[in-house]
């Protein structure tokens, strides 16, 4: 089984940036397709971004389109969310995610503890 460890997260104004990290533990990360997803106060998770196991083919959100750029350095076990551009209504927990599939990712898979991005205006 898979452990995913978020960080990178914290305040910062609008139209700054930030870059999430998700470091894996206890099975190396590149036979995964790992995704990031968000949750804000009083909303349901939401997808953000999803990137396949060797970085070829990434998905996002048309809400972060054009901002944010996953990827992912299998050598390191980690999976990256830059996110520049930011909006306030950016501000939420941030949660990364291995799942068995690309088809999969938004249903089934194993969850990191979040990290929270709060982004002031």
């Known amino acids: 089984q898979v452990q995913l460890v978020e960080s990178g997260g914290g305040l910062v104004q609008a139209g700054g940036s930030l870059r999430l990290s998700c470091a894996a533990s206890?099975?190396?990360?590149?036979?995964?397709?790992m995704g990031w997803f968000r949750q804000a106060p009083g909303k349901e998770r939401e997808f953000v971004a999803s990137i396949n196991w060797n970085g070829a083919a990434t998905y996002y959100a048309d809400s972060v389109k054009g901002r944010f750029t996953i990827s992912r350095d299998n050598a390191k076990n980690t999976v990256y969310l830059q996110m520049n551009s930011l909006k306030p209504e950016d501000t939420a927990v941030y949660y990364c995610?291995?799942?068995?599939?690309?088809?999969?990712?938004?249903?089934?898979?194993?969850w990191g503890q979040g990290t929270q991005v709060t982004v002031s205006s």
């Open positions: 995610k291995a799942a068995p599939s690309i088809e999969t990712m938004t249903s089934s898979g194993t």
């Open positions: 206890g099975r190396t990360l590149s036979t995964y397709p």
